[in-house]
């Protein structure tokens, strides 16, 4: 393939991965080239400066952002299905996306839709996670988020797919090289205790939000979350919808007894467990 052609799509890769999938034929005209490691290199530095320009910036929503970075990750992998791209510019996103407040609820809604995160956009990560999601087994150590774990330890070597480390790869390359995009985004944070932290104060937050006990989409999200994530890793969100549902069973029995007709506009008590509860700010 032409070297001018090739650096010319390297340059409207930022466009192409915003399209995609519907620019996966452009987004096909790189891969025979990107054999060649100085045209890899060229590809990571060009669609790396874009992304620093068009992308990471105060002005970009968190949606956006997310939304890019998941088909960042598929365009890609149909690039360089090693995954040394990926590697190279993968990692200022992420951390650029680790430091936004509202990750994580943007990352939930991202799976399990509602609010503005419903529509197309990420359609095949929701897929990804009804597959995930109907696996026997899946938990914390079976599951598909713990079989791709984004350290590089000695064990590797004994993988008898084990493959040396490409010498033009990026120094998350081990973290790149995961088929699962959702582990990827769990791994935005330095480990997977933390996305679960954060996901529990988002799950507080949300629950001392609701209004009238009516915490049916907090329920639903937990659940789907509990197949792919496993029970014991959601544990303490299981104990503060408990809660929400002891809270509005006492406050029923309460006003039962003292027949209050207007009790619906009165204030509604939450009782919490407080070793379960996280701290907020």
């Known amino acids: 393939m032409d070297v001018e052609l090739t650096k010319g799509r390297a340059f409207q890769l930022f466009d192409l991965i915003a399209d995609w999938p519907d620019s996966t034929p452009a987004v096909g005209d790189l891969k025979e080239s990107i054999s060649q490691t100085s045209l890899r ?51 200022p996103i992420r951390r650029y996306l680790r430091a936004r407040p509202d990750i994580v609820h943007v990352i939930v809604s991202s799976l399990l ?23 026997v087994g899946t938990g914390p150590a079976t599951g598909a988020a713990g079989r791709h774990d984004t350290s590089e330890s000695p064990t590797d070597y004994l993988d008898p797919n084990w493959t040396p480390r490409p010498i033009d790869a990026g120094p998350s390359y081990r973290q790149s090289r995961s088929a699962d995009v959702i582990a990827m985004l769990v791994s935005i944070f330095d480990d997977r205790a933390t996305f679960v932290k954060a996901l529990e104060v988002s799950t507080a937050r949300a629950l001392l939000k609701s209004r009238g006990y009516d915490v049916q989409t907090e329920y639903r999200n937990n659940e789907v979350l509990k197949r792919r994530f496993g029970d014991a890793a959601l544990a303490r969100c299981d104990v503060m919808l408990q809660d929400v549902v002891d809270s509005r069973r006492t406050d029923a029995s309460v006003w039962s007894v003292l027949e209050q007709a207007q009790h619906d506009a009165a204030m509604k008590p939450l009782i919490t467990s407080r070793h379960f509860w996280p701290d907020l700010e």
């Open 41 to 91: 290199l060229f590809i990571s530095q060009t669609l790396s400066a874009s992304l620093r320009k068009r992308l990471l910036h105060p002005g970009a929503r968190t949606r956006d952002i997310l939304q890019l970075y998941v088909s960042l990750v598929y365009a890609v992998r149909h690039i360089d299905p090693q995954g040394i791209v990926l590697s190279r510019v993968a990692g």
């Open 113 to 135: 839709g509602g609010g503005d995160e419903d529509d197309a956009g990420f359609e095949q990560l929701r897929s990804e996670l009804d597959a995930a999601g109907a696996e």
